[in-house]
């Protein structure tokens, strides 16, 4: 007996099968285990799915829910044609009410998803923030949702997390999305920055303008903050910008132009657009030794009519103003606005992300001349004397005929 074990011990066979039984079983093993988090994945959904839905289902859908067999693309649509009319309070309702019923993991997610985005389309960030999350950890390579969660955490003030997300963004993204990917990591480490209570200001400083030289893209938001919080180094950047400027203008690619023209054109256009910035100042405010050299900053300011050399400035719109200044009594002023790069929306305030198209990047600045204030209100008090004036004349003669 044990002679017969040790033949079968010594047969190359036996190795061969023992070998095939162990991957065998790791196999199943494996199997096994996938198979038991692919369940609590599940769960875990079906739950977090259950802890939203408040049965408060409107008898209509419910009288749908009972007569269809598969009701939840209809009543998908039908959420989403109340969230694109408005009524994203109805919609969410809706949602929930599929949410409950649905029992398929698969279309639980994909409702949730569209739940989320309500949410955070009718400004419930924190729901959405909960929804976005749950989704992410059981199906972590969701590119919409993680593009949903960065939003989520950019609007409530979260922006390291935001980072956090945005990292998993870009090991999603393809190369041609790279570029993106780093302007709004630029503009998310300048909100980090911007937000700390724990760097000084002279770090912060420091790290603002290492990063806007470094990316070129964050130049408004880099200089509207040194503006207010450190006037020096505000002038020193605009400086800068006037001289070496980073941003590639279309024009600059004429071949017609040369080196000197095209970077003139560079500068011109780095400082105009951030012309509604420089605008603000006040004239004892700005330091007019250092700028005197820099003739595309020094027209903004014989614009505003602080300064009467009798240059003439290059932008048409600075150029009306200077010589209202020089030679009317009227006055003008400009007025701001500021166009998506993507959708070309055009809105009063500035916004490094688009509230239309959520795109990114920083908008163009739109300014026209207008008649200033200060001159209407003194035109207006004029009219107001001559009609008071006229008033009295009329009194006096009507007062003299009836005598
Ligand atoms: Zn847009």
Not at 110 to 121: A, H, N
Not at 171 to 189: C, G, N, T
Not at 231 to 242: D, K, P, S, T, Y
Not at 318 to 334: D, K, M, N, P, V
């Amino acid at each position: 007996m044990f002679e017969q074990v040790m033949y079968f011990y010594h047969d190359p066979l036996f190795g061969a099968s023992i070998l095939l039984g162990i991957v065998a079983i790791l196999i199943f093993a494996d199997w096994g285990r996938n198979k038991y988090k692919a369940k609590k994945k599940e769960m875990a959904l079906q739950d977090f799915a259950k802890s939203y839905s408040d049965g408060s289902l409107s008898d209509e859908i419910i009288d749908f829910l009972s007569i269809s067999k598969n009701p939840t693309p209809s009543l998908m649509l039908l959420a989403k044609t109340y969230s694109l009319a408005g009524d994203r309070g109805y919609a969410i309702k809706i949602y929930l009410g599929i949410l409950e019923k649905t029992t398929n993991t698969q279309e639980k997610l994909i409702i949730l998803e569209s739940l989320g985005i309500t949410y955070f389309e009718a400004g419930f960030l924190q729901r959405a923030k909960e929804i976005f999350l749950e989704i992410i950890k059981a199906y972590p390579r969701n590119r919409q949702v993680l593009d949903y969660l960065m939003r989520v955490y950019e609007n409530m003030g979260e922006y390291e997390e935001a980072l956090d997300a945005l990292e998993s963004i870009e090991e999603l993204s393809q190369p041609k999305q790279r570029a993106s990917i780093e302007q709004m990591r630029s503009y998310l480490h300048f909100m980090v920055l911007k937000n700390s209570n724990f760097l000084s200001l002279e770090k912060k400083r420091k790290e603002i303008i290492s990063l806007m030289r470094y990316c070129g893209k964050i130049n408004r938001l880099a200089l509207e903050y040194l503006s207010v919080y450190d006037r020096e180094a505000f002038w020193i950047e605009v400086l800068e910008l006037g001289t070496q400027s980073s941003i590639k203008h279309d024009l600059s690619a004429n071949p017609a132009l040369t080196k000197n023209e095209q970077n003139s054109i560079d500068s011109n256009e780095a400082i105009l657009q951030v012309l509604d910035i420089l605008w603000r100042f006040g004239r004892e405010e700005i330091p007019f030794e250092k700028l005197k050299n820099h003739k595309s900053i020094m027209d903004i300011f014989r614009a505003k009519g602080y300064v009467k050399d009798n240059q003439e400035c290059e932008v048409f719109e600075l150029e009306a103003l200077r010589i209202l200044h020089a030679h009317s009594t009227q006055r003008g002023e400009l007025t701001f606005e500021y166009r998506c790069n993507h959708c070309k929306n055009i809105f009063p305030f500035d916004s490094y992300r688009c509230a239309v198209c959520a795109s990114i990047g920083q908008m163009d600045l739109v300014f026209r001349v207008v008649e200033s204030r200060q001159s209407q209100f003194a035109s207006s008090i004029d009219s107001m004397q001559n009609s008071a004036f006229i008033n009295s004349a009329k009194q006096f003669a009507s007062n003299f005929s009836a005598t």
